[in-house]
């Protein structure tokens, strides 16, 4: 494994939600990654570093603590690992970050998809990949991510918006490795029916239009939504979703907000998936960041379950 450069935190807000990047990116995160040590087979020592997947490519992946099941963190569009250890810089002091609470009590990991950006602003080490991506190729990275880096299952997936959709796709592909699901304000099937077409349409145009020559993530909206249907559900499992209650607009109708659409499409994710709903959060879009306790709280209850 490589080690990634260790940056300072920078005092960035998180107040505004951009229309494709459905994620933190562009907020600190509360420490530096820890120094890059390689597993051995069957080993629980920390990991930070870049892992070989194969076919001439590398991803990042950070792990730490011991227990059983493994939570494994996906961020949202462009967020990578350091997203789960995001504070906002005028959080309570003694606050504690989800993937720090998370890796107290059991095995924590989290990883950067290819296109992400750190905190600091810099693209992730992953190997790049054509974009745009679906749901589908980026469960099979992390499935190839988890398996070359040793880190074994049972696994709870925790899913933040595009890394939701990921997730759902992850836990029907790969059923009898996913002993849980925690999905934050995640994208997913129904958001298409609960949009307007108008908003559908423009969002769906505005993703478009966001494929760039550096290969920032571009999530594939459409095809992921059709493999995902395609993909037979999973066996009941613990799962929760969780929404934001705090309005938050893409931005792409305006004096339409999206809003409505994406909370409605919360509570028929969560009846079809017979989830635990949470909807009082007192936060908008990034529930990591703005209600880490809250989101702790969720994962390790469905932690408690799948034991």
Request: hydrophobic share 45%; glycine share 8%.
């Amino acid at each position: 494994m490589a080690a990634r450069p260790i940056t300072s935190a920078a005092a960035l807000a998180c107040a505004a939600v951009l229309v494709l990047m459905l994620s933190l990116a562009a907020c600190t995160g509360s420490a530096a990654p820890p120094d890059s040590s390689a597993a051995s087979p069957g080993a629980v020592d920390d990991v930070a570093g870049l892992v070989d997947v194969g076919g001439g490519r590398s991803l990042w992946l950070e792990c730490r603590g011991t227990g059983s099941p493994t939570v494994v963190f996906l961020s949202g569009t462009r967020g990578a690992a350091d997203e789960w250890s995001t504070l906002l810089p005028d959080a309570d002091p003694g606050t504690v970050s989800t993937f720090d609470a998370v890796s107290q009590t059991t095995r924590a990991c989290a990883y950067d998809r290819p296109g992400t950006t750190v905190a600091s602003g810099e693209p992730t080490t992953s190997s790049a990949v054509p974009q745009p991506t679906t749901a589908v190729q980026g469960a099979a990275d992390l499935h190839a991510l988890l398996a070359a880096a040793d880190q074994s299952g049972p696994y709870v997936v925790v899913g933040l918006s595009w890394g939701g959709l990921i997730a759902q796709q992850f836990a029907r592909t790969y059923a009898d490795e996913v002993a849980g699901l925690v999905l934050l304000d995640s994208a997913g099937e129904y958001l298409q029916a609960t949009f307007t077409v108008r908003q559908w349409a423009a969002w769906m145009a505005v993703v478009a239009g966001s494929i760039d020559a550096a290969g920032s993530e571009v999530p594939s909206y459409e095809p992921s939504i059709a493999e995902l249907r395609a993909t037979p559900a999973p066996p009941a499992l613990p799962t929760v979703v969780m929404s934001s209650d705090q309005p938050w607009d893409l931005q792409v109708t305006p004096g339409e907000s999206t809003w409505p659409g994406w909370v409605a499409a919360q509570a028929d994710l969560a009846q079809s998936l017979n989830a635990t709903h949470i909807t009082r959060t007192d936060s908008g879009h990034g529930l990591p960041v703005e209600q880490p306790a809250l989101v702790t709280a969720a994962i390790l209850e469905v932690v408690d379950e799948a034991r």
